[in-house]
């Protein structure tokens, strides 16, 4: 587990060459900040989705983390209730697999 700092970003540019992998500010490509004033990002976990080689436009953020209430659509990410993340990131290790099914 490492802590997020005010300086951390994710990069989300298609254009950049660290497309989906985490930056510093001040950075001059399209980026998400990951520390945030709301508790989303108190908690994430990165899947591996789009990751060891992205293709740019394929999906980039998309994490595991908290949600904002019950229901609420995200961008990509898995959300989860906050003590439910807390669980999962108590007991993942790398290479945990993720099944996520499609209805």
Same mark, same amino acid.
């Given at each position: ?15 950049? &060459? ?18 945030? +004033? ?8 990165? &899947? ?30 898995? +959300? ?5 993340? +807390?669980?999962?990131? +108590?007991?993942?290790?790398?290479? &945990? ?7």
């Amino acid at each position: 587990a490492l802590p997020i700092w005010p300086m951390d970003l994710w990069s989300d540019d298609v254009e950049d &060459t660290l497309y989906y992998h985490m930056v510093s500010a001040p950075y001059a490509f399209s980026h998400e900040k990951l520390r945030r +004033a709301d508790p989303l990002y108190d908690i994430v976990l990165v &899947t591996d989705w789009n990751f060891v080689e992205p293709e740019p436009g394929n999906g980039s953020a998309i994490f595991l983390r908290r949600w904002r209430k019950p229901g609420h659509p995200t961008e990509g990410c898995l +959300a989860f209730a906050p003590e439910h993340i +807390a669980w999962i990131a +108590a007991r993942a290790m790398p290479g &945990t697999e993720l099944v996520v099914p499609i209805f």
